[in-house]
């Protein structure tokens, strides 16, 4: 069973950073070696939606609220996915959660991002 542990996460003021680490353990090799790793958040009220993904390959993907201060990246060699988050809006305010996509999808538990003054 594949477990992704989540940290990083916390309150910030508008305008600041932060970088969100999750590290996957548990799998088969097969796991490891092909598949997206990336977060999704989900604010009180709102649907879940994908921040930001990244291939074994390095190819990502980024929604458009995000593209020009977020930036995902990954660590293979430690089955690790980050995401640093600059000139962070209250708007970003959410629970982000870590995936790992390989024919099936698992979860990380979430971790709190609040911004705010």
């Known amino acids: 069973q594949v477990k992704l542990v989540e940290s990083g996460g916390g309150l910030v003021q508008p305008g600041g950073s932060l970088r969100l680490s999750c590290t996957a353990s548990g799998a088969s090799g097969s796991v490891f070696r092909i598949n997206v790793m990336g977060w999704y958040r989900q604010a009180p009220g709102k649907q879940r939606e994908l921040v930001a993904s990244?291939?074994?390959?390095?190819?990502?993907n980024y929604m458009d609220s995000v593209k020009a201060r977020f930036t995902v990246s990954r660590d293979n060699t430690k089955n690790t996915v980050y995401l640093q988050m600059n000139s962070l809006k209250p708007e970003d305010t959410a629970v982000y959660y870590c995936y790992l996509a390989a024919g099936i999808v698992f979860w990380g538990q979430g971790t709190q991002v609040t911004v705010s003054s």
């Open positions: 990244m291939n074994t390959s390095g190819g990502t």
